[in-house]
């Protein structure tokens, strides 16, 4: 197998080497994580045994799947008990951010073994496997309308199936109302952590705020500009830098009957003008993302942080506030000092006016096998108030 030097980047296989003459075939090849295509490419089936498909993906070699669906999500979970057998535990007496380093290895040592397991997506999104579920809808609603024949990692394609799932039932928002639910898209942070928003919820809104106008920066789903509006703000300019997070808060705005009050646009952080209610919820991890998905938890060196926190003095109305949602799990991993938080608002020329705290409620916060797990259970997510100084 090689790999075609084109702008497309071109898997390679053939398709049965006990023929006289092999058939050799490509596809285009995607990752989401941006990796790369494999160097080498076998076909693997039914009778693959799990001990061959393990060291042929830890050597760097994947395995075209042509055998039954459900048998192939089985390899994979064979693969992955491999893998945390072989898998060296985090010392419990590790310092958080070693922790946290080891913890990320791991992880992206196991994506990258699992990833090898890839299969065909035929030229209308389908895929012509054995008891196959129908998956050109989640396809198209992740990657666009179809191109030709695409090879994707099983992994990244169940990812895609369970966005899809997500975004068809969406996740109930109890500060929306009963029953209201906010509907993610594929590669957009989902609201299932519900704290955050209920700071935002419960916050006490500025007296200039009433009836005003707010930006909401890095809105994903669009979801707090949603309670904002139904909290009384008459007008919410929503960004984001992603096109998919673009595209759902649209489409949830529309949803909910609040397009006529949320305007969402991008991708600049900030948009033209000035506010009486700023808030940012941005990624709670001073990290690199590896790949699309992450990017709604890390935020690598504080970008978007920092790119509030200097920009909010010259986009606030008088009178108005900047709301800072963070978690300080960060502090408790040793990605960030508190003491660098406090000194990034004040460098912007800003101050702490006051401060909510909620802990997390979520299952991991209770996890006892979690690695990470003495920070998550310590974590504190905040709505910090600030007003320029």
């Given amino acids: 197998m090689s790999t075609t030097p084109t702008t497309t980047p071109t898997t390679h296989w053939s398709e049965d080497r006990s023929a006289p003459a092999a058939q050799s075939l490509s596809a285009r090849w995607h990752s989401e994580s941006a990796a790369p295509p494999p160097r080498r490419v076998v076909v693997a089936d039914d009778c693959t045994k799990a001990a061959t498909a393990y060291q042929l993906a830890c050597e760097g070699t994947a395995l075209l799947w042509r055998g039954d669906f459900h048998n192939a999500r089985r390899l994979l979970q064979a693969m992955s008990r491999r893998i ?6 985090i010392r419990p007496d590790a310092a958080p951010a070693e922790s946290f380093r080891l913890h990320r290895r791991a992880r992206g040592h196991r994506a990258r073994v699992l990833g090898k397991l890839v299969v065909l997506l035929e030229d209308d999104h ?3 496997l054995r008891r196959a579920p129908d998956v050109r809808r989640a396809c198209t609603e992740a990657y666009g309308p179809p191109r030709g024949d695409r090879a994707v990692s099983l992994t990244e394609l169940l990812g ?3 966005a899809h799932q997500w975004r068809e039932k969406g996740v109930e928002v109890p500060a929306l109302g009963d029953g209201v639910r906010i509907h993610p898209h594929y590669g957009v942070f989902s609201p299932v952590r519900g704290e955050y928003i209920d700071l935002v919820a419960r916050a006490p809104l500025p007296p200039a705020a009433r009836g005003g106008r707010a930006f909401d920066l890095g809105t994903g789903t669009g979801v707090l500009a949603a309670v904002l509006v139904r909290r009384g703000l008459a007008h919410v300019v929503a960004t984001d830098i992603g096109p998919r997070a ?3 808060a649209r489409e949830n705005a529309d949803r909910l ?3 006529d009050r949320v305007e969402v646009g991008g991708p600049a952080l900030y948009p033209d003008g000035r506010a009486d209610l700023v808030v940012c919820n941005p990624p709670w991890l001073p990290a690199r993302p590896t790949s699309t998905v992450e990017q709604g938890v890390y935020d690598p060196d504080g970008t978007m942080l920092h790119g509030f926190l200097h920009g909010l003095a010259d986009h606030l109305r ?3 506030e900047g709301w800072l949602v963070l978690s300080d799990l960060a502090e408790h991993l040793g990605l960030r000092t508190r003491a660098e938080l406090l000194t990034a ?5 800003l101050r702490v006016t006051g401060r909510l705290d909620t802990s997390p409620h979520h299952p991991r916060a209770r996890d006892t096998t979690d690695p990470l797990h003495r920070a998550r259970a310590a974590e504190v997510t905040s709505l910090w108030r600030l007003t320029p100084d």
């Fill in 345 to 349: 608002i004040g460098s912007a020329g």
């Fill in 246 to 248: 673009l595209e759902c």
């Fill in 126 to 128: 389908s895929l012509s």
């Fill in 257 to 259: 009957g609040l397009a």
């Fill in 160 to 162: 895609v199936i369970g």
């Fill in 84 to 89: 945390d057998r072989k898998s060296s535990p």
């Fill in 318 to 320: 008088p009178g108005g």
